[in-house]
């Protein structure tokens, strides 16, 4: 005759079986479950602030890294053209050059660096991925924190530039506008992000296509010359980049007199944010059900 415990000790591996969960992809396409992602927001916290800490562990400058990439980068154009005798007010609307360059390199490095980031999330994450279920959008939406961590590094430095040519700024209402610009530069690089990370599971060669990438959108977008420059019948067309009208609606919000606003520039460009974010999510979800096995 079995005994109570030796019942007991028999019955609990099918009661651990019939309590187990099988979790399997979901067919087709589907839209954002924003009431999971609400559900993971603490591992969205979590991988989010280890990024911002991992980030400058070790290192010596530190968060000064934030700032010398874009600082550097405007002070040598700013070289540059003074050696070849180009005079940099010709391409900055008659702005001090450092002050013109640095106020487009500031969203122009908050989008590189969270692209850059974003791209590379799902293969750095990959010990994630192959062990727990989670929703995988969490991996390049947490990827973003650092990036935003950064850019607000170099708007007080920017502040500060701002403050030395104060006598060339008209500061109005439209500096209101700043965080809307901002959103739209996180909302283009976690777009491309989206495209990009889901190809760099299939193919690792994207991780060194995205630096080659990222150096010729900089020269296709108005970073280090103005939008004036271009043709104003090529504008619209030149608008289906939306970093072009970031970066002009961020020297628009804090430099003000004589600086255009994006206009119809910024239409054109939601229009593309929009068609992209869809697309990068469309792709993304369809690829989702294969991360674990090619990570």
Not at 131 to 155: E, G, K, Q, W
Not at 172 to 183: D, E, V
Not at 240 to 267: I, T, Y
Request: hydrophobic share 55%; proline share 6%.
């Amino acid at each position: 005759m079995p005994t109570a415990n030796a019942i007991q000790l028999n019955e609990d591996p099918v009661a651990e079986a019939s309590a187990a969960v099988r979790v399997r992809p979901k067919p087709g396409w589907q839209a954002i479950d924003f009431a999971e992602l609400w559900r993971y927001r603490e591992l969205l916290w979590i991988l989010g602030s280890r990024d911002v800490r991992v980030r400058y562990k070790q290192t010596v400058l530190g968060i000064l890294w934030a700032i010398i990439p874009p600082l550097f980068t405007a002070l040598i154009f700013s070289t540059i053209f003074r050696l070849l005798k180009v005079a940099p007010q010709t391409l900055s609307n008659g702005f001090p050059y450092l002050l013109f360059a640095f106020t487009a390199q500031v969203p122009w490095q908050l989008f590189a660096s969270a692209l850059s980031q974003s791209s590379n999330s799902l293969v750095g994450s990959q010990h994630l991925i192959t062990r727990v279920y989670f929703p995988r959008l969490v991996i390049p939406i947490s990827s973003l924190f650092s990036a935003v961590v950064d850019f607000l590094v170099c708007l007080a430095i920017l502040a500060g530039i701002m403050l030395w040519y104060r006598e060339s700024i008209d500061l109005g209402w439209s500096l209101l506008t700043l965080p809307f610009f901002g959103l739209l530069a996180l909302a283009t690089s976690l777009a491309v992000g989206l495209w990009m990370s889901a190809l760099n599971v299939q193919y690792r060669d994207v991780r060194h296509v995205v630096p080659i990438m990222v150096q010729l959108w900089m020269y296709a977008s108005p970073v280090i010359y103005s939008s004036r420059n271009i043709p104003e019948k090529w504008r619209p067309l030149y608008a289906v980049n939306p970093m072009a009208s970031v970066v002009e609606g961020f020297r628009w919000a804090l430099l003000g007199k004589n600086q255009p606003a994006p206009g119809l520039m910024l239409w054109v460009s939601l229009v593309s944010v929009a068609a992209l974010l869809v697309g990068g999510l469309f792709y993304f979800k369809r690829m989702e059900k294969t991360f674990a096995d090619l990570v």
